[in-house]
């Protein structure tokens, strides 16, 4: 497998930008190689186009509806939460979601909170993440 670097971070969008951005998105789809050697080996982030609360009964059904348009045959590892979403310039055509854990990172850099859906799993539709590559795709309604 060939190593891979980073993406080089230019900049951020603003709070307006990402307001902007997000306009008639559905749905962001990210997918990585998992870094859980042992377990499921594509690391998937769903971001939601919302920060409404879901109910817990509701969270499995979406995921669910995923994984049958998605070929995901395994899943471990889910969280589904609202998340601060913050999004960063790079050399790649759209806006790279960054999930914002770190609460310093977080009073540096503007975000939003969006529902995300992230977890380990496995699909013959993804062989690029398998291979050692990262991307993300834009779903419109």
């Known amino acids: ?4 670097q980073p993406l080089k971070v230019n900049s951020y969008l603003s709070v307006g930008e990402i307001t902007k951005l997000l306009e008639n998105v559905e749905y962001i789809l990210m997918a990585s190689p998992s870094m859980m050697v042992d377990e499921l080996p594509i690391h998937f982030t769903i971001i939601l ?9 509701v969270k499995p059904l979406i995921l669910e509806k995923f994984c049958r348009e998605l070929n995901i045959t395994a899943t471990s590892h889910v ?3 609202r ?3 913050a999004f960063a310039l790079t050399t790649q ?9 770190d609460d310093a ?11 995300i859906i992230d977890f380990l799993g496995d699909s013959t539709d993804f062989k690029e993440a398998k291979d050692g590559l990262s991307g993300w795709s834009y779903s419109y309604n």
């Open 49 to 57: 186009n919302t920060s409404d609360v879901i109910p817990d009964e």
């Open 93 to 101: 055509e759209s806006p790279m979601p960054k999930h914002i854990v």
């Open 79 to 81: 969280l589904s939460n």
């Open 83 to 85: 998340e601060r979403i």
């Open 105 to 115: 990172e977080a009073n540096s850099i503007p975000w939003t909170l969006l529902h």
């Open 1 to 4: 497998m060939q190593e891979m």
